[in-house]
T-cell receptor, first 113, second 109 residues
Framework: ETGVTQSPTHLIKTRGQQVTLRCSSQSGHNTVSWYQQALGQGPQFIFQYYREEENGRGNFPPRFSGLQFPNYSSELNVNALELDDSALYLC????????????FGPGTRLLVL | DAKTTQPPSMDCAEGRAANLPCNHSTISGNEYVYWYRQIHSQGPQYIIHGLKNNETNEMASLIITEDRKSSTLILPHATLRDTAVYYCIGAYQGGKLIFGQGTELSVKP
């Protein structure tokens, strides 16, 4: 059974650019959630995807968007990057109906210069 | 979503039990108490969850008070590898996780 994987592990972008982060769910899991974790803070919920539809969103602007694919993998896209977007981005997978029991990937560390 | 309150830091001697408290006085009847931990530079790891009854698994035990206003996560024999930030979260079983600041547990030799 493979765990949650994320790519890339690290990324450096400049302000105004766009970025796409990728996540592969744990085998058998059909729900994906994304989190942003700034240095020294707890993870903040961005949104959750189930059956390729957004299924709940946190307090993040529309320039944060996502996709979920038929194989349950997912992408997080961030447009018009700002310096404050520098953070660890975490993906977590779960089963529908057990969405709060989540299994996290190692994260992608994004630095915006 | 329930607001939870945890001490910012705790120390524990290696081999002793670590008892991590959490207050969640606003938790609703259908919200579960979830515990996660995050070892430095890794993604959070699910530990255990419960609704009313005490729960135990291979990682830890969860004791929930009868009024459900507080709980305690117990690591029975803490090791150095248990050094991490521990998060207590009130959430619906199918819902999202709202992380607070957590408790930074340091296990010392």
């Amino acid at each position: 059974e493979t765990g949650v994987t994320q790519s890339p592990t690290h990324l450096i972008k400049t302000r105004g650019q766009q970025v796409t982060l990728r996540c592969s769910s744990q085998s058998g899991h059909n729900t994906v959630s994304w989190y942003q974790q700034a240095l020294g803070q707890g993870p903040q919920f961005i949104f959750q995807y189930y059956r390729e539809e957004e299924n709940g969103r946190g307090n993040f602007p529309p320039r944060f968007s996502g996709l979920q694919f038929p194989n349950y993998s997912s992408e997080l896209n961030v447009n018009a990057l700002e310096l404050d977007d520098s953070a660890l981005y975490l993906c977590a997978s779960s089963l529908a109906g057990q969405g709060a029991t989540q299994y996290f990937g190692p994260g992608t560390r994004l630095l915006v210069l | 979503d329930a607001k939870t309150t945890q001490p910012p830091s705790m120390d524990c001697a290696e081999g002793r039990a670590a008892n991590l408290p959490c207050n969640h006085s606003t938790i609703s009847g259908n919200e579960y108490v979830y515990w996660y931990r995050q070892i430095h530079s890794q993604g959070p790891q699910y530990i255990i969850h419960g609704l009313k009854n005490n729960e135990t698994n291979e990682m830890a035990s969860l004791i929930i008070t009868e009024d459900r206003k507080s709980s305690t996560l117990i690591l029975p024999h803490a090791t150095l590898r248990d050094t991490a930030v521990y998060y207590c979260i009130g959430a619906y079983q199918g819902g999202k996780l709202i992380f607070g600041q957590g408790t930074e547990l340091s296990v010392k030799p």
